[in-house]
């Protein structure tokens, strides 16, 4: 199976960069993921990286290290509408299922 | 395109009544999840199907937990009896294959057991 750790809160004011760490344990994955869930909404698909190094979508970028078994999401030029939980997941290469982390909130006060 | 929908968005019922949620996926998408968020946890796979097959159901209580597609498209969960525990949201999700990393969540059916 896999276990993924994330930070579980971080607290950021607007225009800052925030990184959400994410390391994992696992037999073999595919690549790793970020989904961003706002309160009460579904989670959407940010990011993925299927291969070590930086994927930069606008604001957001995701990082991944398989040496190191970790990976992290950087949010810059923090804004209100950023305060919201973001989930790491990996699918495993044994058993096909994405996993999930427990989850970060991020805060964005102004 | 329309998203995956979901249905009830929020039912209470009492402990060892029964529940059933209703999803329906992007169409196309021969990949269908259920997952389970309790409050402050990440979201937890229950069942998955390609088409109308399991793929995977290794972490569903199915003492109490069942879940079908028929026909490859709208998919039904059912939990009976509920439990105390059981309260959670439960997100319905879907992909293009199964081995795609982006999943297309609904807005998720908000189950509280008393």
């Known amino acids: 199976g896999q276990s993924l750790e994330q930070p579980s809160e971080v607290t950021a004011v607007e225009g800052a960069i925030v990184q959400i760490n994410c390391t994992y344990q696992?037999?073999?994955?595919?690549?790793l993921s970020w989904y961003q869930q706002h309160d009460g909404g579904a989670p959407t698909f940010l990011s993925y990286?299927?291969?070590?190094g930086l994927e930069e979508t606008g604001r957001f970028s995701s990082f991944l290290s398989r040496s190191d078994s970790y990976g992290y999401l950087l949010l810059q030029e923090l804004q209100m509408k950023d305060s919201a939980s973001y989930f790491c997941?990996?699918?495993?290469?044994?058993?096909?299922?994405?996993?999930f982390g427990a989850g970060t909130t991020v805060t964005v006060r102004a | 395109e329309a998203g995956v929908a979901q249905s009830p968005r929020y039912k209470i019922i009492e402990k060892r009544q029964s529940v059933a949620f209703w999803c329906n996926p992007i169409?196309?998408?021969?990949?269908l999840y259920w997952y389970q968020q309790i409050l402050g946890q990440g979201p937890k796979l229950l069942i998955q199907?390609?088409?109308?097959?399991?793929?995977?159901d290794s972490q569903l209580p199915k003492d109490r937990f069942s879940a079908e597609r028929l026909k490859g498209v709208d998919s039904t969960l059912k939990i009976q009896p509920a439990k105390l525990e059981d309260s959670a949201v439960y997100l319905c999700a879907s992909s293009l294959e199964g081995g795609a990393n982006v999943l297309t969540f609904g807005a998720g059916s908000r189950l509280t057991v008393l």
């Open positions: 997941a990996v699918r495993g290469l044994l058993d096909y299922k994405l996993s």
């Open positions: 990286n299927g291969l070590d």
């Open positions: 696992t037999s073999g994955f595919y690549g």
């Open positions: 169409s196309g998408h021969a990949t």
């Open positions: 199907f390609q088409n109308n097959g399991v793929v995977d």
